[in-house]
């Protein structure tokens, strides 16, 4: 399955490493790979940027290697624009950047559309839409934060819902054709609501690790009928 082929799909369901259990890290990636998730979502924190600190290159290399789905990299960094380059080398497919964190936003979708991944956007929570407005043409996907990015199983933020279903009604007046995926506090009884509201991508944590049988969990979401 490339790349291409499943990005172009309905609606995707990402793992998100970070819940994984990291003692057991070749079983996590392992039952993912024989599920119906169709990429895997890699956070990667700085400590500076947010308060956290993930993993970095060793890690997301050897999953790249190990690994035939499409690998989502969110960079919660400070100067993403350094790592572009290192990112592609890894194995990243599709890399995001926070708008709050790029001084030269426009540049560095340039920069990582030229290093041959799609190029994302994350805004925060209280991030205005209007950030996106002018670099449309270069963005492949919006990741929009519903919980306050760096640390895994927090609580949802309601108003996302809003936020997506305005963020859905600008990708219409833009005629924009980017994707749009929920980061954070996603579970079965959310899920149905933010695809009606227009989320594409669903990135879930705690729900799919924390789960009895993580594989049909992931199955439920995949499965959602709108």
């Not at 993930?54 to 190990?66: D, L, M, R």
């Not at 108003?159 to 600008?170: E, R």
């Amino acid at each position: 399955m490339t790349f291409v082929q499943t990005f172009s799909m309905s609606h995707l369901i990402a793992p998100s490493l970070l819940s994984a259990d990291f003692a057991h890290l070749g079983r996590d990636l392992d039952m993912i790979q024989q599920s119906q998730a169709d990429m895997i979502h890699l956070d990667v924190m700085d400590g500076c940027f947010v308060p956290n600190i993930s993993f970095g290159f060793p890690v997301i290399e050897a999953v790249a290697k190990n690994f035939n789905k499409p690998l989502d990299v969110h960079l919660m960094v400070v100067n993403p624009d350094a790592l572009v380059t290192r990112m592609r080398d890894a194995g990243a497919h599709l890399l995001s950047v926070h708008a709050e964190a790029c001084t030269h936003l426009h540049r560095t979708l340039q920069n990582i559309r030229s290093a041959g991944m799609k190029a994302g956007v994350a805004i925060n929570p209280h991030t205005s839409l209007n950030v996106l407005e002018y670099v449309v043409e270069l963005t492949d996907l919006v990741v929009m934060m519903s919980v306050n990015p760096g640390f895994g199983g927090q609580k949802f933020i309601p108003a996302t819902f809003q936020k997506l279903k305005d963020l859905n009604q600008l990708r219409q007046k833009w005629n924009a054709s980017f994707q749009i995926e929920i980061d954070g506090g996603v579970d079965l009884q959310n899920a149905p609501q933010l695809l009606l509201s227009g989320a594409d991508i669903l990135v879930a944590g705690n729900t799919i690790f924390k789960s009895d049988n993580p594989v049909d969990t992931i199955a439920q979401l995949k499965q959602i009928k709108l």
